[in-house]
Structure formats: structure tokens, C-alpha cells
Nanobody, 125 residues
Framework: QVQLVESGGGLVQAGGSLRLSCTASGRSFSSYAVAWFRQSPGKEREFVIGIAWDSITQSSDSVKGRFTTSRDDARNTVYLQMNSLKPEDTAVYYC???????????????????WGRGTQVTVSS
């Protein structure tokens, strides 16, 4: 079993930055792909960005050039750096993980076995 806890959410003005963390416990993250999803009221949960265990990343078009992700396996933590935030980035952000082959990042909810409980990000205009 893997338990995930997200942190770092909050309220920020448009154009600002936030860094979210996703910390795993239960077992080592090192063979796992990790993705960030987000969900705003009335919308489906959507893929934002992900990182394979060999640090290859993929992101959605809506955040490309603004969001990056990185991992520190020694700390069992993955980070989501969000820059140039927009009001439409407002959502609950979830991290998710699954064991995976090198270079793989899933873009669908069903690709992941373990989920955190989410952290709220609110971007004011």
C-alpha cells in the first residue's frame, strides 16, 4: 500500500506561483510514475502533468510552459511548480501513483492505483 499526502495549496493572485508537494509513505516511490490531476466544481478530473520514475515528464497543453514537475526519491516526494497562474487553474489538485515501466506517464484516472485526498488551489483575478 502507498499513502499519498498533498500539501502547498492555497490562495494566490493571478500571475503568481505555488509549489505543491506530494509525499508518499508505505513504500519507496522510486519505481512509480506520479501524476497530478485537478478537478473543479462541475468538471471531470483532468490530467495536468506527470513524471515517470526515470524523470521523463508529460504535461497537458493547458499548463505547458507554466507548470513543471520534479521528484526527489530520497524524500519520497514529487513537486508541482505552478507559475503564471490563471483563475482557470483554480481546482482541487490530486497526486496519484502507480508502479510503471521507465518513461511511462498515464493520462487517465484509471491508470493509477493510489490517490491522495487533494489540496485546494484558488487563483484570484
Amino acid at each position: 500500500q502507498v499513502q499519498l499526502v498533498e500539501s502547498g495549496g492555497g490562495l494566490v493572485q493571478a500571475g503568481g506561483s505555488l509549489r505543491l508537494s506530494c509525499t508518499a509513505s508505505g513504500r519507496s516511490f522510486s519505481s512509480y510514475a506520479v501524476a497530478w490531476f485537478r478537478q473543479s466544481p462541475g468538471k471531470e478530473r483532468e490530467f495536468v502533468i506527470g513524471i515517470a520514475w526515470d524523470s521523463i515528464t508529460q504535461s497537458s497543453d493547458s499548463v505547458k510552459g507554466r507548470f513543471t514537475t520534479s521528484r526527489d526519491d530520497a524524500r519520497n516526494t514529487v513537486y508541482l511548480q505552478m507559475n503564471s497562474l490563471k483563475p482557470e487553474d483554480t481546482a482541487v489538485y490530486y497526486c496519484a501513483t502507480t508502479i510503471a515501466r521507465a518513461g511511462w506517464v498515464g493520462r487517465h484516472r484509471d491508470d493509477y492505483n493510489y490517490w491522495g485526498r487533494g489540496t485546494q488551489v484558488t487563483v484570484s483575478s
